[in-house]
């Protein structure tokens, strides 16, 4: 069995994971910035990915697309670094067309293409990395609070919208990656809002419990001599 049969095999067998893989290998290899030691490399894909709101570990499926089906291979490793070389272009195409992307990320219907500029205008992407970096510092200051309630009120109507039109619309393969974009920044609002909300309920609950106590201590009279 050739390259574009495997590549099909791999696809039925991991599906959407598989599909979003291939689509990061793909924009990695037309990315232009930066040092290069081969097309693409870990860290830029785990980047990728985490931009699109995906966080897991991709090496497993990279030896299988390297080791079993041989469209990529290793052309750099060392102890921080592994980067890889696409040997077969022409197969990642079209192994990315049988998962209904284009490899060249274009829509050919308009009202889909203005639904993806309508989303990028919102600068989604920016607004699920402030999200994250909210939910790493633990503590939800007030400051972050009314910044996500401006956003709740401002951007995220408007990028609710946008994914349901796409969904009522029959996008969800064209628009994929900006309606679970859309849906990682609910999600990641609603955990800021919600430890936001649990962090005021619990001041409350210490400021009334230390009242309760001051309240009850035993008046004592000083000797004012």
């Known amino acids: 069995m050739g390259v574009e ?3 099909r095999e791999f696809i039925a067998e991991y599906g959407e994971r598989a599909c979003i893989l291939l689509k990061a290998i793909y924009e990695e290899l037309s990315s232009e910035s930066g040092l290069k030691l ?3 490399s870990v860290k830029g894909l785990r980047s990728r990915l985490k931009s699109w709101g995906i966080e897991y570990n991709p090496v497993p499926l990279l030896l299988k697309l390297e080791k079993e089906i041989g469209v990529i291979e290793t052309s750099y490793r060392s102890t ?3 980067w890889w070389h696409v040997i077969d272009r022409r197969a990642l195409e079209n192994a990315l067309g ?3 992307v284009s490899s060249h990320n274009e829509i050919g219907d308009p009202r889909a293409r203005l639904l993806r500029l309508q989303f990028h205008v919102l600068r989604p992407y920016e607004i699920l990395e402030a999200f994250k ?4 510092r633990g503590a939800v200051s007030r400051g972050d609070l009314e910044f996500v309630r401006r956003i709740a009120f401002n951007e995220l109507p408007l990028l609710i919208k946008i994914k349901e039109e ?3 619309l029959g996008y969800n393969i064209e628009l994929r990656e900006e309606i679970e974009v859309i849906e990682k920044i609910v999600e990641a609002a609603e955990k800021v809002i919600l430890t936001g909300d649990s962090e005021k309920a619990g001041s409350t609950w210490r400021t009334h ?3 309760l106590r001051e309240q ?3 008046y004592t009279l000083t000797d004012s001599s």
């Open 166 to 168: 796409a969904e009522n």
């Open 38 to 40: 081969g097309d693409f």
């Open 98 to 100: 049988e998962c209904g």
């Open 80 to 82: 921080t670094q592994r």
């Open 209 to 211: 419990q230390y009242a």
């Open 216 to 218: 009850n201590k035993p």
């Open 5 to 7: 049969g495997k590549l």
């Open 133 to 136: 970096r909210i939910q790493s």
